[in-house]
């Protein structure tokens, strides 16, 4: 089983495809319920407490958003435990919106500097696109079971 990434990090329909494959698929929903569900979280509706921010320190500078920084310290850990990653490009955005701009970019780089296998794909935008794109995320998850 391998932890695998997936981009955009909202995405359910990534998070179950990978969970099908019998991979764990890292997801922004995964650590959001982890902190909704930990005793002491105050505010829900943010889902982060004061000291996200300060945390996302590690992955992004002083000077950037501190939304951007509060972001990272949900990604940033799972990006360093990923084992693989899918990135999927100009997705629709009821595909799995991420919300920052500067996040997204910083997300995607720090994919790509890491030495793990990955597969980059551009959203279908019909429906035989759409049967290249399945196909191509099922090859790519069950050469990650072989390569284990």
Known sequence: MVKVFIYPATSLILSDMVARFGH??????????ERIQTAGLESPPLQITPEEPKKGLKWAA???????RGRM?????????????????DADLAF????C???????????????IPKL???YPKNEDEGVKFVAAIKRFLTGLGAAK
């Open 62 to 68: 002083v000077e950037v958003p501190a939304g951007v």
């Open 73 to 89: 310290s949900l990604y940033g850990p799972m990006i360093e435990a990923a084992e693989a990653a899918i990135i999927i490009n």
């Open 96 to 99: 799995g919106c991420m919300g």
């Open 101 to 115: 701009a500067r996040t997204n970019e910083l997300i995607k780089f720090l994919v790509h500097q890491k030495d």
């Open 120 to 122: 980059e794909l551009n």
């Open 24 to 33: 764990t698929p890292l997801s922004s929903a995964i650590a959001i319920r």
